[in-house]
């Protein structure tokens, strides 16, 4: 018997008192009631809901989630089909609505009403992350392999009872619902990642081609902020891609894995291009790699490391660590191979890929793959995996996968009787073109989703080789990296962490996670005996911290060639005069101020703000306050003034920042 299905056409009735889900799925009569006061979810009949309730059509409940204002409902509103895997449709969900139980924001003070805004943007942020998938019919969190090796009672269970827990990105969402097993067919598993469904043919033979990452909530987060793995052996960045063809019935799949380094190791964001990665000295390393691994045996079989970073430079620790991490275990199932990518394929020589996929050939024979015949009789299993990584993850991760997921295809098409003997996929151009951009899509998905661009490398694995143009842009995602992995990834590293759980939200002060207080950050240099406060703005608890032997002064953070030009706003520029007459200091804002991403303040995490004045070329220091209360007066009068888009919270959350100077 097959897993009852979700609902897939769903209304939604809204009241001042209640929200009435109606399935008009054919046959049934079911309502979801959920109390706005109470937040009690019931089940109903459809002679329930009110006819004065106004109604509109959505796709799916995503989850409730709790924030400062009280619960909210979050539904899918818009979704687009993607294609059709054993004749169950697969969508993704393109737009989403979060709905107030509340009917006014009346019991709220305005700090309360502030932070509600700023956690409502956070989940607004990650949904507007491009990536969730689902289907009301198919189990998408598991591979086919998982699937055909299940017993009827697995297989009676609801799509959401059964899912894998490691790629559903709702399932805080929907821990209520988890607990109602009558109110399932409501509640939508929904992954994260990329999937591309494929109609092909070659040589007349028509068959489908599906390429499915599945993204693990579990350590999950942007770039920087979330390397290596936790205590329980999670990793960083930790994807699923399975590749499946379906011809005449017969099915067939081949799974790989990628994941951060799997030991306590961090990279931290500060302004440098490439920051240096740091080992930690006082974890133990070794418990947590031989959890991550015996948990991947457990789920996979056999492992095949393959490392690809950097063999020199500031990578070169991390070969090492781990290299010598593989040794120690002492697990026949886990090898270990090194492959330092940049190096073989410098000077565009990208044909010396195939050294790799040579190296590995007789593994991948070894571990073959799960072939499920037309009659559902399990032909062979894929008895291991390849579990590649480099720094991210990304760029040279994806361009080795799609090479060995292209050999296991080639190997499943001439089993299948698609490819006759002695043809390559190679040879097939339009089945080529639809391979390479899928496998590049892919890149890019899951390269937004953790680095906030595109993937790099992506003209070779579209074109199957290297040029300039690639390059260029390879150069470009990079400056983008660069901006948002150091000013903005902090905020999209809380809104992960807010969505799926990892803090919780109440409707008290005290437990609001926007004013616990945090370390002061040293940011600047030193310039004689006295102190400069690099930071002029900052919440007024956070300033009276501030040691009163320290002098107050305001920086200018723009080189004296801006004040040429006459970008300055007139109205803000202040002089203070010298012995020569000529002006020792300048104050001013700069025109673009507020609409350049090099000038002004920038959020590293939520509500943490600094000025980055060490990217100038010329740091001048201007007015000197001799009390602490002057300086005061005039930073939050100033600051309040010319940067009002931050005013509601700027100086309630904001960190100080200090150092000799």
């Not at 063999?311 to 330092?340: R, T, W």
């Not at 905020?491 to 799926?500: G, M, N, T, V």
């Not at 939050?636 to 100080?656: D, L, M, V």
Request: aromatic share 12%.
């Amino acid at each position: 018997m097959a897993a009852a299905c979700n609902y897939e056409n769903l209304r939604l009735h809204t009241t001042p008192e209640k929200f009435y889900v109606e399935a008009f799925d054919d046959g049934t009569d079911d309502v979801l009631v959920i109390d706005r006061v109470s937040t009690e979810v019931t089940l109903t009949g459809k002679k329930d809901v009110p006819p004065s309730a106004v109604t509109k059509t959505i796709y799916g409940i995503l989850g409730t989630l709790r924030l400062v204002a009280g619960m909210y409902l979050i539904v899918i509103t818009k979704k687009k089909k993607i294609g059709d895997l054993f004749n169950h449709s697969i969508w993704k969900a393109t737009e989403f609505d979060i709905l107030s139980y509340k009917r006014t924001m009346l019991h709220l003070t305005d700090n309360q009403l502030q932070d509600n805004k700023i956690f409502l943007t956070m989940i607004s942020h990650v949904l507007s992350v491009d990536g969730f998938y689902f289907s009301t019919s198919y189990d998408l969190t598991h591979t086919l392999q998982r699937l055909s090796n299940t017993s009827p009672e697995f297989q009676e269970m609801s799509l959401l009872e059964r899912a894998d827990q490691r790629f559903v990105w709702n399932g805080h969402l929907l821990r209520e619902f988890s607990a109602q097993p009558e109110i399932h067919r409501f509640a939508i598993p929904v992954i994260h990642g990329f999937i591309a469904v494929h109609s092909c043919s070659i040589n007349g033979k028509c068959f489908d081609w599906i390429l499915i990452s599945r993204r693990s909530c579990f350590r999950a987060g942007v770039r920087y902020y979330v390397r290596g793995i936790d205590s329980e052996g999670h990793a960083a960045n930790f994807v699923e891609t399975e590749q499946i063809v379906h011809y005449n019935g017969n099915k067939a799949s081949f799974v790989q894995t990628r994941g951060s380094i799997p030991f306590f190791w961090s990279q931290r964001p500060n302004l440098r291009y490439k920051p240096t990665p740091q080992i930690n000295k006082t974890m133990n390393h070794m418990d947590g790699f031989q959890r991550h691994f015996d948990s991947q045996i457990i789920s996979y079989g056999k492992q095949v490391i393959l490392n690809l970073v950097n063999q020199k430079g500031s990578e070169k620790p991390l070969e090492q660590a781990f290299a010598k991490m593989a040794d120690g275990l002492g697990n026949g199932m886990v090898q270990y191979i090194a492959f330092d990518f940049h190096k073989e394929c410098s000077r565009m020589r990208w044909d010396r890929l195939q050294i790799l996929v040579d190296k590995v050939a007789d593994l991948q024979d070894e571990f073959s793959y799960l072939l499920v015949d037309s009659n559902g009789k399990v032909v062979t299993h894929q008895e291991g995996i390849f579990r590649s990584n480099c720094m991210d993850c990304l760029d040279r991760t994806n361009v080795i996968q799609s090479l060995l997921a292209r050999r296991s295809l080639q190997a499943q098409l001439q089993r299948l009787g698609v490819l006759h003997v002695g043809q390559r996929i190679e040879e097939q151009a339009e089945f080529e073109k639809i391979y390479k951009n899928a496998w590049a899509d892919n890149a890019n998905a899951c390269a937004k989703q953790y680095a906030g661009t595109g993937a790099l490398k992506t003209d070779f694995t579209r074109t199957g080789k290297r040029t300039q143009w690639g390059l260029l842009m390879d150069g470009w995602n990079s400056a983008v990296r660069y901006y948002k992995n150091n000013f903005s990834d902090g905020f999209r590293q809380d809104s992960i962490d807010l969505f799926l759980g990892n803090y919780s939200v109440d409707e008290v002060d005290s437990a609001n996670p926007l004013h616990v207080h945090k370390e002061w950050k040293f940011l600047a240099a030193t310039h004689g005996q006295k102190h400069w406060l690099t930071c002029c703005f900052g919440g007024r608890q956070a300033l009276e911290q501030v040691p009163s032997s320290y002098t107050m002064a305001r920086i200018l953070l723009m080189p004296r060639s801006w004040f040429k030009r006459k970008r300055w706003t007139e109205s803000v520029c202040v002089e203070s005069g010298s012995a020569t007459g000529k002006p020792q200091a300048r104050i001013g804002v700069s025109t673009d101020l507020l609409s350049t991403p090099t000038c002004g303040p920038f959020p590293i995490r939520s509500g943490n703000v600094f000025f980055p004045c060490w990217w100038w070329p010329k740091v001048q220091i201007l007015d000197l306050f001799p009390t602490l209360s002057t300086f005061l007066e005039y930073g939050i009068s100033w600051g309040i003034r010319y940067f009002g888009i931050y005013s509601n919270t700027f100086f309630q959350t904001a960190e100080w920042s200090y150092k000799h100077l």
